[in-house]
């Protein structure tokens, strides 16, 4: 059964701090894996697609990788403005279909 | 901004009734998933529409149904509703399938 599995559930950091975000998953056919934030009470907010093992992403704090079963999303010095829900999904899917599988999300708490 | 609208964005209801959600995608997209969030299960695939036809299908009721019309805008109709249908109901939108989805705002449904 095609699956992803994010950790940790959430993670607080203090200003400046840097960690990693991690995306494990087990899904047939992975077409991209794509990372989204979401805040409180609004849509999900795209920030990187990945399509294949060793391919890197970066903008602004955020970096993410990917690997054959696992993408990491890494914040480098964090503000509290990156408090934030992080969520990973995997697409997988033939043609026009494009649904995403998603693991229920990394919250991340920045303390200043 | 996504550039997907959704309304209403917020639903308060009752058990056994009937709503529809409506989501308008972004211009020129072809596609629209609907997505379900609750508390407990985080972001579920309900269906995807690619130009009008069903492509894809995943945890959806079968109280549930939607389409896509002829200027791609799409609707999503709940009916029967239980207090477990209470949830935040996304659409997304993207070119192709293979595609990002871009997020909407959102449709916060309440049963009672």
């Known amino acids: 059964e095609d699956q992803v599995t994010q950790s940790p559930e959430a993670l607080r950091l203090q200003e400046g701090e840097s960690s990693s975000l991690n995306c494990s998953y087990t899904?047939?056919?992975?077409?991209?894996l794509f990372w989204y934030r979401q805040d409180p009470g609004k849509g999900p907010e795209f920030l990187f697609t990945l399509y294949s093992a060793g391919e890197e992403k970066e903008k602004e704090r955020l970096k993410a990788t990917l690997t054959k079963k696992e993408s990491f999303l890494h914040i480098t010095a964090p503000k509290p403005e990156d408090s934030a829900t992080y969520l990973c999904?995997?697409?997988?899917?033939?043609?026009?279909?494009?649904?995403?599988?998603f693991g229920k999300g990394t919250k991340l708490s920045v303390k200043p | 901004d996504s550039g997907v609208t959704q309304t209403p964005k917020h639903l308060i209801t009752a058990t056994g009734q009937r709503v529809t959600l409506r989501c308008s995608p972004r211009?020129?997209?072809?596609?629209v998933y609907w997505y379900q969030q609750s508390l407990d299960q985080g972001l579920q695939f309900l269906i995807q529409?690619?130009?009008?036809?069903?492509?894809a299908k995943g945890n959806i009721l079968e109280r549930f149904s939607a389409q896509q019309f002829p200027d791609l805008h799409s609707e999503l109709n709940l009916s029967s509703l239980e207090l477990g249908d209470s949830a935040l109901y996304f659409c997304?939108?993207?070119?192709?399938?293979?595609?990002?989805?871009?997020f909407g705002p959102g449709t916060r449904l309440t049963v009672l």
């Open positions: 211009s020129g997209d072809l596609s």
């Open positions: 999904a995997a697409q997988r899917g033939e043609g026009s279909q494009g649904n995403l599988i």
């Open positions: 899904v047939s056919g992975l077409r991209g």
């Open positions: 997304a939108s993207s070119v192709e399938g293979a595609d990002t989805q871009y």
């Open positions: 529409y690619y130009n009008g036809e069903e492509r």
